[in-house]
């Protein structure tokens, strides 16, 4: 086989499933089981499978029931049924049902064997099939760079993405370190599975364990259900955790518990559940000064830090600025359907961005292509449809301006906004676009006449 398939097995009959568990795990299987409908749903939606192999009949349950949750559920996971009840009428049942294949019992390990190849196959097919659309929807993050600086983690990145290896992506806010994190997770073994990302400034430290670990009914006022922890979610996957410079002190001991161990507690409960997980994380922090001030656990920081990537900023090189803007210029206009994205940008365009402090980043850039994306409905982008922090530096050799003439603030303004509201009718975006309130959009268009 060419990949680890996860396999769900779903039967009533305990000698089966035992028989069965040890010779998928023989072929090289990860293995769960269920002994019925709603225990097998209830272990897809903690992490899926690529296999369902359920029985025909269980007692009060039909496969046939499971296999068409599964398909409404987890479209991604292939069923096969199991029976001992051997027929064409139940094969056409578990077909039409949606079942990938049929499989008669008493079965040989060969047919097993056989049925796990094509299995694979199809799985293997699948994750390249995302693999590819990702790239091409987010695109490389080494596309359109020059700047020695940033060329110099490509090497780094090429050894270590297909290992297991855990990565500290260091940078200021910005830089791209969840895209960078998500073209280590494309490069590796564990592309097609998980990528789950984990911003831990988002969540309250008292949610933070929880949302994270996950929790079992009754663990505290209000956990009615068992609830899925970010790390379940990411089983087979990748866990990105960005700034983890702002984990609490219980985190950084239940994290530094799953580097050592790979096993997790969720809330509520002291059995350990082990995962197949790789970390990535992230932070703009210092770590090495926090585990001075004692904010940060020293042993966490170096099971983290077994390869550091920094990300230098924006600023730092500039020549990665074109690039990037003809990069990601391309990427949005394709995303609002022009077939044929124009990206030759006028050198008075490409000016104003190279001469800009770009405080907040690839980030920022991105943004302001997509802004020029909108505003320039098909044409070259022009110093015009970037914002006012960006116009001043091109402004006097923008070739869109009439010969001779620089025209006023006001003037640049009106055809700012018309040009806004051209392509985007509703006033709140277009108010977001612009920058300003839905308030002061109203009073600009009456000024202006506009619409």
Request: with cysteine; hydrophobic share 45%.
């Amino acid at each position: 086989m060419r990949t680890r398939l996860d396999v769900l097995i779903v039967d009533d009959d305990p000698a089966i499933v035992a028989t069965l568990a040890v010779g998928l795990k023989t072929l090289g299987c990860n293995v769960r089981t269920a002994t019925g409908v709603k225990e097998a749903l209830a272990a897809l939606d903690g992490h899926p499978a690529d296999l369902v192999l359920t029985d025909m009949r269980m007692e009060g349950e039909s496969g046939i029931d499971l296999i068409r949750e599964v398909r409404a559920r987890h479209p991604h996971a292939l069923c096969v049924v199991m029976t001992a009840f051997a027929s064409f009428d139940n094969a056409v049942s578990s077909i039409k049902a949606g079942a990938f294949d049929y499989l008669p019992k008493p079965f040989s390990m060969e047919q097993l064997e056989h049925l796990l190849a094509k299995v694979a196959t199809i799985v293997d097919l699948r994750r390249e099939n995302e693999r590819l659309r990702a790239g091409l929807v987010e695109g490389d993050w080494f596309e359109g760079l020059s700047a020695p600086s940033a060329l110099a983690l490509q090497p780094l990145i090429e050894r270590i993405a297909p290992t297991e290896a855990t990565v500290l992506l260091t940078g200021e806010t910005g830089t791209g370190k969840t895209a960078l994190a998500r073209s280590i997770h494309r490069r590796s073994a564990r592309a097609g599975r998980p990528f789950v990302e984990v911003v831990c400034t988002a969540l309250a430290e008292s949610l933070f364990e929880s949302e994270v670990f996950g929790h079992v009914r009754g663990a505290f006022t209000g956990a009615v259900r068992d609830h899925v922890g970010k790390f379940e979610a990411a089983h087979g996957g990748t866990l990105f955790l960005d700034e983890i410079g702002e984990l609490s002190a219980v985190a950084q001991s239940k994290l530094l518990r799953f580097l050592e161990d790979r096993v997790i507690e969720r809330v509520g409960d002291n059995t350990p559940l082990r995962l197949d997980v790789r970390i990535i994380a992230a932070t703009n922090r210092d770590l090495i000064q926090m585990c001075r001030d004692g904010s940060f656990r020293e042993d966490l920081y170096y099971r983290l830090n077994v390869f550091e990537c920094r990300i230098p900023p924006l600023r730092e090189r500039p020549e990665d600025v074109p690039g990037l803007a003809v990069r990601f210029f391309r990427a949005a206009t394709l995303r609002l359907g022009e077939a044929s994205p124009v990206v030759e940008m006028p050198a008075a365009f490409l000016h104003a961005l190279q001469t800009h402090s770009w405080p907040g980043n690839v980030r920022e850039l991105r943004n302001v292509m997509e802004r020029a994306a909108l505003l320039a409905l098909g044409r070259a982008p022009t110093v015009s449809d970037l914002p006012s922090s960006l116009q001043s530096s091109g402004i006097t050799k923008d070739s869109s301006m009439d010969e001779g003439r620089i025209p006023t603030l006001r003037e640049m303004e009106e055809e700012h906004i018309r040009r806004v509201l051209a392509v985007e009718p509703n006033q709140a975006r277009a108010a977001e676009i612009l920058g300003i309130t839905t308030v002061t959009l109203w009073r600009k268009r009456k000024e202006y006449k506009v619409g």
